[in-house]
C-alpha cells in the first residue's frame, strides 16, 4: 500500500492506482505480482532463513521440508521457495531460539544491506523515505508472499506509521516476525538519512512482556504499544520527508523496473497447490487432518485456503478422499505395515471399510494384490 494525506492508506496490488499519495502520479509503474507468486517468497528471504537454521544446527532441507532446497537452487535469484517451507524454518527458529534477546525472546539480528535483494535496496533509493516506503510497499511481491503480506506507509499530519501485517501464525512466531520486520526497517531508514533516527511510537501485535528492556533497547523508545492493532513504526513526518543524501535521480525507478521483471520471470519451485498437497499428505502421517491444520501450515487462513480450492473446482472433502486414496495405496504397495495400521492410519474404522473403499476405488469387486491379513 502507499501513503494518503488524510491518513487512509492507498492500495497496491492487483486493485492498485500508479500514483502517489496527493494524487500526482509518481513516475512508478503499478505492480501486480502474477498470481502463480502466491504462496510463495523470494529466494533472497529464503537464503536468508536458512542461513540462520544452519547457524542454529539445523538442515534447512529437512526443515523447510523440500529436500530439493540446495545452494544452487538458492542462489537463482529468480527461483520462488512455498511460504510453508518459508513458516518452518521461523517455527525452527523460535522453537530453538539462536539469537535469544534479554527477555528471552527470539530476536534475529537486521542483515546487511542487499542481503533481501533488489527490495532490499528500494527500501533507501528514494528521494526520501516516504518515496522508498510507497516503492517498497508496491514491489512487496519481489521478496515476500504477495498473498498474505500487507507492507503500507500512511501520513497523518506530524506523523508518519510504517506498519506491517503477515501471516496468522502463532504467538512466538508472529512476534519474532514483528520484531525483525521492525529492527529491519529501523535499520534501513538510519543507513538512508544517516542519522540515529528514533521512532515516536512503536506498535506490536504482541502481549506485553514481563520486562521492556530489550525493545527498548532495539528500538531506542520506551514508548511501545502492545497488542496494538497493527505492527508498525511511527515517525515525524518532517524526517521522513528530509531529502536523503546519498539519493541518486532515477535509482528508484530503476529499481522498481527490475522488480517488476523479477516478478515477472519468478520461478516458483512449487505452487500453493503443491504445497497444499504436501501439507495434506503429512497431515495423515501426524494424525492430525483437518482444514485448520493445513491452513496454518501453508500460513493462510482456512477461508483462503477453501476459495483456492474452489478456484480449482474442489473442494476440501474432495482432496482428502483423494489423498486419502493415494495415501493408503501406497502403503499396501509398500507391504510394511498391516491393513488394520493402515486403516487406522487414513482414517477408517477398521479394515473391512478400508477393504471397501478400495473396491470403490478400483471398481472392481476383487481385493488388489497387497491386501493380506490383519
Given at each position: ?138 514491489y512487496i511481491g519481489v521478496v515476500a508472499d504477495p498473498g498474505a503480506e500487507i507492507f503500507e506507509g500512511v501520513e497523518d499530519g506530524e506523523l508518519y506509521t510504517i506498519s506491517h501485517s503477515t501471516c496468522p501464525y502463532e504467538a512466538d512466531v508472529k512476534a ?52 496494538a492493532p497493527a505492527t508498525s513504526l511511527t515517525f515525524l513526518t518532517r524526517d521522513i520527508r528530509r531529502p536523503l543524501p546519498n539519493a541518486q535521480f532515477g535509482l528508484q525507478e530503476m529499481l522498481g523496473r527490475h522488480a517488476a521483471m523479477m516478478m515477472a ?62 495415501v493408503a495405496l501406497s502403503l499396501m504397495r509398500d507391504g510394511r505395515l498391516p491393513m488394520k495400521s493402515i486403516a487406522g492410519r487414513v482414517g477408517y474404522s477398521d479394515v473391512r471399510a478400508l477393504r471397501r473403499a478400495v473396491r470403490r476405488w478400483e471398481s ?11
Amino acid at each position: 500500500m502507499t501513503e494518503s494525506r488524510d491518513g487512509q492508506p492507498d492500495h497496491v496490488g492487483p486493485a492498485s492506482d500508479p500514483r502517489s499519495g496527493d494524487g500526482r502520479p509518481d513516475g512508478l509503474a503499478t505492480a501486480v505480482p502474477p498470481p502463480r507468486l502466491e504462496g510463495t517468497v523470494s529466494a533472497s528471504m529464503a537464503r536468508f532463513l536458512s542461513g540462520e537454521v544452519s547457524r542454529a544446527g539445523g538442515n534447512p532441507g529437512q526443515v523447510a521440508r523440500l529436500p530439493d532446497l540446495r545452494t544452487d537452487v538458492l542462489a537463482d535469484d529468480l527461483s520462488r521457495i512455498p511460504t510453508d517451507s518459508a513458516s518452518a524454518m521461523w517455527r525452527y527458529l523460535v522453537a530453538h531460539n539462536p539469537a535469544p534477546s534479554r527477555d528471552g525472546a527470539l530476536q534475529l539480528a537486521a542483515p546487511p544491506p542487499g542481503t533481501l535483494g533488489v527490495w532490499d535496496y528500494m527500501l533507501t533509493s528514494g528521494p526520501t523515505i516516504m518515496d522508498s516506503i510507497r516503492s517498497a510497499s508496491r514491489y512487496i511481491g519481489v521478496v515476500a508472499d504477495p498473498g498474505a503480506e500487507i507492507f503500507e506507509g500512511v501520513e497523518d499530519g506530524e506523523l508518519y506509521t510504517i506498519s506491517h501485517s503477515t501471516c496468522p501464525y502463532e504467538a512466538d512466531v508472529k512476534a519474532a516476525i514483528e520484531r525483525w520486520v521492525l529492527a529491519l526497517l529501523l535499520r534501513r531508514c538510519r543507513e538512508a538519512t544517516g542519522t540515529p533516527l528514533v521512532p515516536v511510537r512503536v506498535g506490536l501485535q504482541q502481549r506485553a512482556p514481563r520486562s521492556h528492556a530489550a525493545l527498548r533497547e532495539l528500538f531506542d523508545t520506551s514508548c511501545v504499544d502492545f497488542e496494538a492493532p497493527a505492527t508498525s513504526l511511527t515517525f515525524l513526518t518532517r524526517d521522513i520527508r528530509r531529502p536523503l543524501p546519498n539519493a541518486q535521480f532515477g535509482l528508484q525507478e530503476m529499481l522498481g523496473r527490475h522488480a517488476a521483471m523479477m516478478m515477472a520471470a519468478a520461478k516458483p519451485l512449487l505452487d500453493w497447490y503443491d504445497v497444499f498437497r504436501l501439507a495434506l499428505h503429512a497431515c495423515f502421517e501426524s494424525d492430525s487432518l483437518a482444514l485448520e491444520t493445513v491452513a496454518r501450515q501453508m500460513a493462510i487462513s482456512p477461508r483462503t485456503l477453501q476459495r483456492r480450492l474452489a478456484e480449482r473446482d474442489s473442494t476440501w472433502r474432495d482432496e482428502v478422499e483423494t489423498a486419502r486414496q493415494e495415501v493408503a495405496l501406497s502403503l499396501m504397495r509398500d507391504g510394511r505395515l498391516p491393513m488394520k495400521s493402515i486403516a487406522g492410519r487414513v482414517g477408517y474404522s477398521d479394515v473391512r471399510a478400508l477393504r471397501r473403499a478400495v473396491r470403490r476405488w478400483e471398481s472392481r469387486p476383487a481385493e488388489p494384490s497387497g491386501i493380506g491379513a490383519e
